[in-house]
């Protein structure tokens, strides 16, 4: 079974930055994509940042300047660099994969970390 784990979410200051991390786990034979979405109360879960096997990426003119997603192959391991932070970057991030597994190409999800962002 394939498993995303994020880490690294927690409590910033406006200004401030955090790091998230996102492994994949399991019987992976390739990963297509790898991506960041939040969701915060009351609000629909956006995409914030995607990463392509060729390392292009894509972001959210909300993000733009102030966060970098990257990946690490060899770990499996996608990374989203938070700078800059501001309130409104308060949500629930959540780690996305479009993978080949075991059971074949699929979407998978991971649990969801909390970022939170308060003076």
């Known amino acids: 079974q394939v498993q995303l784990v994020e880490s690294g979410g927690g409590l910033a200051q406006p200004g401030g930055s955090l790091r998230l991390s996102c492994a994949a786990s399991?019987?992976?034979?390739?990963?297509?994509?790898m991506g960041w979405y939040r969701q915060a109360p009351g609000k629909q879960r956006e995409l914030v940042a995607r990463i392509n096997s060729d390392r292009s990426t894509n972001y959210a003119d909300s993000v733009k300047g102030r966060f970098t997603i990257s990946r690490d192959n060899a770990k499996n391991t996608a990374y989203l660099q938070m700078n800059s932070l501001k309130p409104e970057d308060t949500a629930v991030y959540y780690c996305?994969?479009?993978?080949?597994?075991?059971?074949?190409?699929?979407?998978?999800w991971g649990q969801g970390t909390q970022v939170t962002v308060s003076s």
């Open positions: 399991g019987s992976i034979f390739s990963i297509y994509v």
């Open positions: 996305n994969a479009d993978l080949w597994g075991v059971a074949g190409r699929h979407d998978y």
